[in-house]
């Protein structure tokens, strides 16, 4: 063997452990140092033309994460497809799932996520390697509590915390189980919690897992009116958190900032946070903090009388809010969805395996004339029951999922979709026959400072037993649906102007005596209503609204708790606002809840 051909076998060695290393460090500091992560990505990529492939995978992995932790998700998402089609070994492609089902959720395609989560957790009892399932767990546990399955993400949260790989499982699981456990806002966690979770990512030199704990323990104390507590956690760290260059971490911090800065009185740090969460936002389609920043821009205009500028402002905010709604509502079919989807598998496989078995059983009976015989009709009808109940299972999931997408899950109502359809069609049966038709919309006073006080349990409960009295002083034939967050819509056919108002003084004095318990307190609500009749603007249900609306608009700016009939004198004052609104929503697409006052 020539001395230059052993020195050309050790060279590659040598290179192949330095790739290797290079790859490993590069691994460890994708998230804490993201300027060396991406020199040593530069000097990989320089190498990849004479990379085996096992190591070409490994890289084409972080560019790929390097892409999605950008924000450039138009490149990363392909990088990771096509790194999954090319099966890596189990290792990397439990990763490569882990990556993509979380950049895909990021994107708003959720269907393809939750597949994606799917593959992963199938494959997790297979992966032993530590830092992989670190991974996949906090990906698990981010995407159920995407839908709501909060127990489900704490488990997945404290699995991280016990295995704690490398020492990094306080401060990566106990981020995700803090962000669980404040969304849900039905435990409470220990400050303490919140304060170790804090300090082990502030050691570890992971500035953006800290600063989310900080995002959500400040809009914790926000909730509760300690708004002091709330800037105490986040004064000063506007330029940590934007060194993370984390897009969606910025946009949440400016917003909440905006929120706080509100409450407090300050006006002109609300609008620079506010514009700057909005900035960061729509520069890559992030929702959630599009509301609230567009919400308070809107509330600045309007009271520095900037009529022009406060109605476009309101416009974006009613499109974000419906968006963010829709969102939730997409987030959540798409779960559905996909676990339906895995369950019919599930039978089909089973049936086919039942089809073998019978084909083997027929096989075995051949010997046995009589009793094959009997045997064999059994079986097709055992076969026959099969397929039945295969059938019925898939019809009624069909039937739940219709119900699902015509209901307001919180309430069981109409959702705003579906009142607005049935709405539609009553005014144009309505229309042959000329018969009056009054709409009625009525909207919950105070509703915020419920929600403040007593949480979104206390909110939720409240709304359902509106829900419940309202429904009580209903006809068989009236139209009743939830149009936005504390807004109700009501069709009544057949009604005449002053027996609508009749009705709704009815409705407003029930609501006025409702008492709702919730553990030692009593929570007292009342509410506007405002009135339109076809008799006044003819059968059109956006000119029904529209006019309805500005009535609950001057219901609100008389003291509330009233009922008001529209009036062609409304027209100047109110009625502008509210057609503006009607007009932003394709065809009545947006909720019709407004930003008064509460």
Known sequence: ????????????????????????????????????????????????????????????????????????????????????????EPTLRFRTLATTANVLSITRRYEEAFARLEELLNLLPQITDPAARQQGLGVASYLYAQVGLDDIAVKYAGQIIQENWAGLGLCRGGRLKLEAIYKAARLEPSTQEMVDTVDACTRIGDVGRANFVRVYAAENYMR??????????????????????????????????????????????????????????????????????????????????????????????????????????????????????????????????????????????????????????????LVAAFIALFAYRTKRSQLHFMKLSQQDGLTGIANRPHFIKQADAALAAHRKTGTEVCAVLCDLDYFKSINDRYGHAGGDLVLKQVVAEIRRHLRANDIFGRVGGEEFGVLLPGCSLEAARERCEQLRAALDALKVRLDEHEITTSASFGIETTASCGYELRQLLANADAALYQAKDSGRNCVVAYDPSMANTFTSLATGRLRAREHFGQDFASARTR
């Open 1 to 88: 063997m020539s001395l230059l051909f052993i020195l050309t076998i050790a060279t590659a060695a040598v290179r192949a452990d330095t790739v290797d290393d290079l790859l490993a460090k590069a691994d460890g500091l994708k998230s804490i140092e993201p300027a060396t992560f991406a020199s040593i990505l530069d000097d990989l990529d320089r190498r990849s033309g004479s990379l085996p492939a096992p190591q070409l995978h490994r890289l084409q992995y972080l560019k790929a994460w390097s892409a999605a932790y950008s924000a450039d998700y138009a490149t990363a998402i392909p990088m990771l497809r096509s790194l999954i089609e090319e099966n890596p």
């Open 224 to 381: 509760k009116g300690r708004y002091d507590l709330a800037l105490t956690l986040l004064d000063g760290r506007r330029d940590e958190i934007e060194s993370t260059h984390y897009k969606p971490l910025i946009s949440l911090y400016d917003s909440l900032l905006a929120r706080i800065y509100r409450e407090v009185g300050k006006p002109d740090l609300v609008r620079k946070y506010a514009l700057s969460s909005i900035n960061y936002s729509t520069e890559e389609g992030f929702i959630e903090p599009l509301v609230p920043s567009y919400r308070l821009l809107y509330l600045l205009a309007r009271e520095r009388g900037d009529l022009a500028a406060a109605l476009d402002y309101h416009e974006k905010y009613a499109a974000a809010d419906k968006g963010y709604l829709d969102e939730l509502s997409a987030r959540q079919f798409a779960y559905e969805k996909v676990k339906h989807q895995s369950l019919a598998n599930q039978l089909q496989i089973d049936a086919l395996n039942k089809q073998n078995e019978v084909l083997q059983l027929q096989q075995a009976l051949d010997k046995k004339a009589v009793e094959a015989s009997r045997l064999y009709i059994v079986l097709l009808l």
